[in-house]
């Protein structure tokens, strides 16, 4: 089984045959299908599908929160067995921020699982924060925050530990569409800055446009690969992009894809 | 509610006061029988004398190291062990019902086998204390366990946190609001059966006193015996509040 080549660059995502069926009692459903692709260092790739299609499973398996039925997985040429936010960053669809801690608390939360000195905490938080825009904030309880900043903190949460490779489950999905544009930008800006790779769920084909490099299409269950685009848009990105004719050709073309697979 | 504007304290103290006079007036004037209810001032002059000697302190004492070791037994060995069986599909099942069925059985009742088994010292009342108290504490956890977001414990999960960090980090903040009302109840409890353990059979504690008291007819200390456990009942009632405004923030 072990085919893979190991290649050497950081925040290289490599996936073989990855298949997942969970089990819930006696029920089974086929989530994923013998999926594989490679994601080089650095790249901004996305990942869309119809509801239900297994893309949180496979954000899932990623991350290291659930188990493969079968195939590979591998981040950096090492393979994934379980959470390792140091290496692997992640961002939930609700910002999932603890209530009764401050943002700035938040985000030191995965550096004082790491049982990480204080003030080296200190240090990496504020730069966390200050990357996404929330220096200013930091003493700020979440219910004091908007859903956007909310999210905000979550991604420096994801990222203080400063991960190879960020992954994101619609990040956006709870926010409304002006606050999404905003920080879509907001992600390139600190994506341009930092390098990471990122690979981002979402339900939006224009965001998923808009931000990256390379589009995964996910069939409906159980999810098997049926496309990569690849997408040469110049960057940066800007909102008249959207309603370019390359643009819109690309999104009726995955669009097409996902309503006859 | 305020009445006519006065605030509340000066109302509630006005009652007490109005208590004591009566209760002083009553006694006084022969309206009841001072050999069954001496003055309140007697009492209370009672009361002070005895917290001036040694060995009533001694007994003080004793009283509020079994509480207060029960009670820092029992909050948070309940608190977990329900979080335990809470968090276990087949254990919640099996040992839910049972938890109930115990927690409905009045503890006096199993005063005798603790004696047997425990004695009659210190630990067998710090015991009866944690048995007098646990169930409360461990039924709370039961609910409790409802407020913690799966969602939290996910984040915890995804950042390599350990059971015990998860337990501090994420299950103790999202109960405690929930488990904090249980607290007081515990402690109430607890010291319910500290001393109903040192009536039943002690050689030690206010408990034990006090019904030395009243096998010998004195009425005077019996009462001054009840006036201070009643102040440690509020002291201890107290505690737990000051502990449940630290916690406020976590609500
Ligand atoms: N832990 C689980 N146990 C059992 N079945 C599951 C589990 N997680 C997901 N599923 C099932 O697997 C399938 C894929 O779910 P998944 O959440 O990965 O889809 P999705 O593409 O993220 O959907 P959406 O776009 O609506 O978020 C669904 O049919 C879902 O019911
Ligand atoms: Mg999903």
Redesign the pocket.
Known sequence: MTTMTTVSARGTVQVENLTQI?R?GERT?H?LDNISFTIPAGKFVSVV?P????????LMLLVGLAQSTSGELRVAGRPVAGPDPARIGVVFQEANLFPWLTARKNVEFPLMIRNMSVKERETKARDALELVGLDEFGDRYPHELSGGMRQRVSIARGIVQDPDVLMMD?PFAALDEQTRMVMGDELLRIWERTGKTVVF?T?SLTEAIYLSDHVLVLSA?P?RIIDRIDIDLPRPRTFELTSSAEFIQIRNRIWEQIRTA | MALFAIPDWVVRSALVVGFLAVWELGSRTGMVDPRLLPAASTVIGTALSLLETAAFRAHLWTTIAQTMAAFIIAVPVGAILGLLIAERPYASEVLKPLVFFVFSIPKSIFLPMFILAFGIGFGQKVAFGVFSAIFIMMMTAFAAVESVKREHLMVARAMGASFIQTLRSVYAPSMAPVLLEAVRLAMIFNFTGILLAEMYASRSGVGNQMGLWGQNFMIDRLLAGILIVSVLAILFNEVVRALETRLEHWR
């Open positions: 969970h819930s459903t989530a599908g509801s239900g299609c297994g893309k949180s499973s496979l619609e769920v339900h269950r999810g």
